[in-house]
């Protein structure tokens, strides 16, 4: 009897996965990002103090088994606070890629596959948005509805919605083109499944890359918004907050604005490093070639 062989779509995430873990920066990248998730869930059934617990005789401890990273201004406990701040980060994260994701998507659509009028109503649509800042946005909305998480996560998703919208549309236009593109248009697919099935995959590296800055700027976003005042309110702690919070200190007792400040840089490196590794792990143009073979030049002839 013959071994059974691997599906075609089983083999090509394996093979995808081989080539996130290929270079150090996917793995550095994947490393983190996972460390970051289990931190945030982890906050939600442990953390080694109560991290609104405040102690007037334990202010500003050095890091020791007993408090990790030390203590701040009030005592309390530092590692704790990054711990819980981590579900700031998570959710901000996620939530401005689902928004981005969904306005990029709906706007590369319509303003490639869709009348004349409609593409160039849409294309001076993007070109009015994608002047705007993302603070500035996330400004605007804070002034309308109040400081919170969620406008830091409308304002990244509306910012790197239209920026996903803005590199993923011409892609999406060359690809609608293609031979096997118009053969599902003739064997009776609807736009729909046409772009979900034929067309998004094909602009995956792109629209990958453009979705990790998002969640990394995004989680620069809310460290700003929360030190001006704008994002997490002050009941909720965030990496931000505690920036604002301990910069106050800097001069005295610079190792605690460390701690958030280096969470917040690593984060944001491991979220670019590991957009860039899936996009090579996704593009079809790469042809999963290996350090060994050489490209030749055009009709075969050699250097």
């Known amino acids: 009897m013959t071994a059974p062989q691997d599906h075609p779509r089983r083999r090509a995430a394996s093979g995808g996965l ?23 869930g982890v906050s939600f059934l442990w953390t080694p103090y109560d991290p609104q617990l405040t102690d007037p005789f334990a202010k500003w401890l050095a890091p020791s088994p007993a ?28 939530g401005s890629a689902v928004v981005s994701t969904v306005i990029g998507v709906a706007l590369a659509a ?11 109503t849409v294309a001076v649509l993007i070109d009015i948005l994608i002047a705007f800042p993302t603070l500035l946005i996330a400004m605007m909305i804070a002034s309308v509805f109040g400081g919170s998480l969620w406008v830091v996560v409308w304002a990244v998703g509306i910012s790197f919605g239209v920026n996903i919208a803005r590199v993923t549309r011409p892609e999406i236009r060359r690809v609608s083109h293609s031979e096997y593109v118009l053969a599902g248009k003739a064997a009776g697919l609807g736009p729909v499944r046409n772009l979900t099935r034929h067309l998004l995959p094909n602009v995956a590296p792109v629209f990958i890359v453009q979705l990790s800055w ?7 976003a809310e460290a700003g918004l929360s030190y001006l005042g704008y994002g997490a309110p002050s009941s909720v702690p965030s990496w931000g907050r505690m920036l604002s919070e301990l910069q106050t200190y800097l001069a005295v007792h610079p190792l605690s604005v460390l701690w958030p400040g280096l969470a917040i840089t690593i984060t944001v490196l491991a979220l670019n490093l590991l957009g860039d590794a899936l996009r090579d792990a996704t593009d079809p143009t790469l042809g999963r070639r290996g350090p060994a073979s050489t490209p030749t030049s055009p009709q075969g002839v050699t250097a």
């Open 110 to 120: 319509l303003g490639s596959l869709t009348r004349r009028w409609v593409r160039e």
């Open 67 to 94: 408090h990790l990273l030390g203590t701040d201004e009030v005592g309390r406990d530092i590692f704790s606070l990054l711990l819980v701040g981590a579900r700031v980060t998570v959710a901000v994260a996620i």
């Open 18 to 40: 081989r080539t996130l873990v290929s270079g150090p920066a996917g793995v550095f990248g994947l490393v983190v990002v996972t460390l970051l998730l289990l931190s945030a």
């Open 214 to 220: 998002s969640m990394a700027v995004a989680v620069l």
